[in-house]
């Protein structure tokens, strides 16, 4: 995914080549707002998805509460996107470096006994 600019034209593309039986996936946001909304077919879908936390300078406006000052706050929206798409059947991609997110994911998927089939850690090189 790119800047919001791109957000739209982004997940019509997607689902209209998933819906003609393409195997792909979607990168998604957690520290956009429209995220919310836009996780919603894509659960519903059971659609692949790669949630990271979201790296691009947008407005404010277009941002959870806080997360234009501290990255810190979007961890709650990260973690509520990760774990509504594993519940709703979605192989997910949890992309983050966030020590204290992976902790936190890593006991979520542990306590609810989460099968390593739906799920991977993802990371880029040379990211710390």
């Not at 393409?22 to 692949?48: E, W």
């Not at 949630?51 to 706050?73: F, N, P, T, W």
Request: glycine share 6%; charged share 20%.
């Amino acid at each position: 995914m790119e800047d919001i600019s791109c957000t739209q034209k982004t997940l019509d593309a997607f689902l209209n080549l998933e819906s003609d039986g393409h195997q792909i996936g979607i990168a998604i946001q957690a520290y956009l707002t429209r995220t919310n909304d836009d996780i919603v077919p894509l659960q519903a879908r059971k659609s692949r998805m790669r949630i990271c936390k979201g790296i691009y300078a947008e407005a404010k406006e277009h941002l959870v509460q806080g997360a234009s000052m501290d990255r810190a706050a979007i961890n709650s929206h990260f973690v509520r996107h990760v774990s509504t798409a594993i519940q709703a059947g979605s192989f997910v991609g949890i992309a983050t470096h966030d020590a204290q997110l992976i902790d936190a994911l890593t006991n979520w998927l542990q306590r609810e006994q989460i099968d390593r089939s739906q799920f991977e850690f993802q990371m880029l090189l040379g990211v710390c």
